[in-house]
């Protein structure tokens, strides 16, 4: 999957209305171009007719060698008459934005599906980037700025065997399910890793949610509680439980309470039910996320979660 359903209903609104405008356009030049020079409006009709007859013809299994003969003139006269006025010949060609799908978003095949356009895919990988909710955090997240020369000794070995692991992570994520704890203290290049992924998946059409814990849990919040902003923070909702990947940040700094702790089991749960990868970060011991959290949460995340330890100084700003 890569869009979900509301990005991609916005998407296919967006091409719809592209084909409205460019339709509106379409006639007012045909418009203004027989306002200005209504011998060309004669001489299309003319043709249009020409050709109607000519498909009768051939329908009723006559001779139409005539009318070809008069259609031929009829569009000599028509060229001539264009050249005099001085008028682009493409005035009766239908516009579009994009020629190669002609505003569709899809190119079809005779043999085979339809394909993504070109101008397609572009909109696509905005959009994805736009909801992840990381476009600014990527231009300095991902694998090809990354140094590993800050880290020495253990600190380095950690951040190197995460790093494997997250490239694995990205190369196998259509085939193999698998989810992803960060634990570390600030600095030690969590979110940086995340970020990697991240930039990584959008760049192959994957929709990736990013929420710090104290987000997701205010959006889902709202969601429940809250009259008002209920509408958005459903949709946003939505997309927590259907996007291809979800990252949850900084898990541990939000207020702990019953309502967090349900929510974060139902998440993790409904996610590995339906397969779907989810990467965590936070500054806890496994300890502490036992303290914090329930049994069954601990469990679950020690169950089916690759844990990397990341150790190691602040170094936020040099990675
Ligand atoms: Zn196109």
Redesign the pocket.
């Known amino acids: 999957m890569a869009l979900m359903n509301d990005s991609f209903d916005r998407l296919q609104e967006e091409y719809s209305s592209i084909r409205q405008e460019n339709e509106k356009l379409y006639y007012k030049r045909l418009e203004d171009t027989y306002r200005a020079h209504p011998e060309l409006k004669k001489a299309d009709d003319d043709i249009d007719d020409l050709v109607l007859r000519r498909g009768l013809a051939s329908l009723k299994g006559e001779d139409a060698g005539d009318i070809s003969q008069r259609l031929d003139d009829a569009k000599a006269e028509r060229e001539r008459l264009i050249r005099a006025a001085g008028v682009d010949p493409s005035y009766r060609d239908r516009i579009y934005t994009?020629p190669?799908?002609r505003?569709t978003?899809f190119i079809e095949h005779e043999d085979g599906p339809a394909e993504k356009?070109?101008?397609?895919r572009r909109r696509e990988s905005e959009v994805l980037l736009e909801q992840s909710g990381m476009a600014s955090m990527l231009k300095s997240n991902n694998f090809s700025v990354m140094r590993t020369d800050i880290f020495s000794g253990e600190d380095r070995e950690h951040f190197l065997k995460a790093v494997d692991l997250c490239r694995d992570f990205v190369d196998n994520f259509d085939s193999d399910y698998r989810n992803i704890m960060f634990c570390g203290t600030v600095g030690t290049g969590k979110s940086f890793l995340s970020g990697c992924i991240a930039s990584e998946l959008l760049a192959s059409y994957h929709s990736v949610i990013y929420m710090s814990a104290k987000t997701l849990f205010d959006t889902l919040a709202a969601a429940q509680f809250s009259k008002e902003k209920k509408p958005e923070a459903d949709a946003v909702k939505e997309k927590i439980y259907e996007c291809d990947l979800l990252i949850i940040d900084d898990l541990g700094t939000e207020m702990t309470n019953s309502f967090v702790g349900t929510e974060l089991f139902t998440i993790i749960n409904e996610r590995y039910n339906s397969r779907k990868s989810v990467i965590i970060s936070t500054n806890l011991e496994l300890h502490q996320l036992r303290d914090n959290y329930s049994d069954r949460i601990f469990s679950r995340l020690t169950g089916s979660y690759d844990i990397l330890k990341l150790s190691g100084p602040d170094v936020r700003q040099e990675i």
């Open positions: 994009c190669y799908c505003d978003g356009c070109g101008c397609f």
